[in-house]
Each structure stands twice: as C-alpha cells, then as structure tokens.
C-alpha cells in the first residue's frame, strides 16, 4: 500500500512513462542511475531537478510535479495535481507557453526552453534550459506533455 499518492501503483506506471518517453525523445535517461533498492517513484519525486507533467484535457491540468515543482510552485500534491497547466505562467505569458508546446506536439520535444513562471503566492521565477516532451508510451499513444528543469531564477 503506498504511504504517499506519488507511491500508488498508477503514478508508479506514470514514473516508467515519463523515463521511457524522455529517452525515447532524447535518446538520453531522465536518471542516471537504475533503480535498485529505491523505488523509481522517490527517485523522480526528490531529484533535485523539477519534474511535471500534464494530461490531454482540452485545457491539461497537472498530473505530476515532483517535490522540487512544489517547492518552485508553493502548493501541495493535492493542489498542484488540481491546477491547469496554463495557471503556471501569469496570463501574458501564456500565449509563448502555448507557442511552446503546439512546437513541443508537432517536433517531440524541446531543449532550450526559458519561461517565467508564478507560483500560488505570486512569486516569479525563470525557468532556463527546460526540456519539455509529448508523453507516448511504447504502443505510441500519447498522454500529454511533461518538463524537466534543474535551473531557475527568482525574478
């Protein structure tokens, strides 16, 4: 029985979703390491990078942050798995976050991305170096869009 929500059996398929899809996109692991007495699941949640994703609702909302993208976010797993994607980047920046992933669903993926950012209480950062790729599992179906970055800036 999983002591945390990010432990439960689904979000421990979604752990070999977000590594498979990454290295299928970058032809690079998302860990260096292989999991061997800890689960993939706490490696991806306390890695000191930040880690999200989002679903394919007609307006994504989070599926996935891992405990640095709280940190960044200032919400909690409940909150920030609750949030729509596009909350994430204040409302004249979300027009370039679109343009980002309309170029992310019809190249794969991107390596360069630099966006600000707001968290819930209205702090601003920048996020540098992002690499932002389509969700597809080994069957080829796709089931969002994830991030991973381990450089920001607090504006």
């Known amino acids: 029985m999983a002591v945390y929500p990010w432990e439960s059996e689904a979000y421990e398929k979604h752990a070999k979703l977000l590594c498979q899809s990454f290295e299928q996109c970058t032809a690079k692991p998302l860990i260096a390491t292989e999991p061997q007495k800890e689960k993939l699941v706490n490696l991806l949640f306390?890695?000191?990078?930040?880690?999200?994703?989002?679903?394919?609702?007609?307006?994504?909302?989070?599926?996935?942050?891992n405990n640095t993208a709280l940190k960044l976010f200032e919400l909690s797993w409940e909150q920030f798995i609750a949030l729509p994607s596009r909350k994430s980047a204040e409302p004249v920046n979300r027009e370039e976050r679109q343009r980002l992933l309309n170029q992310v669903t019809?190249?794969?993926?991107?390596?360069?991305?630099?966006?600000?950012?707001?968290?819930?209480?209205?702090?601003?950062?920048?996020?540098?170096?992002a690499i932002v790729w389509n969700l597809i599992d080994k069957e080829g179906k796709y089931h969002g869009q994830a991030a991973v970055f381990d450089q920001w800036t607090y504006l």
Do not use: C, M, W
């Open 46 to 65: 306390y890695a000191p990078f930040a880690l999200v994703s989002h679903g394919t609702q007609e307006d994504p909302v989070f599926n996935y942050g």
């Open 106 to 129: 019809q190249q794969g993926y991107i390596d360069d991305y630099s966006g600000v950012r707001i968290s819930s209480t209205g702090k601003r950062f920048l996020i540098q170096q």
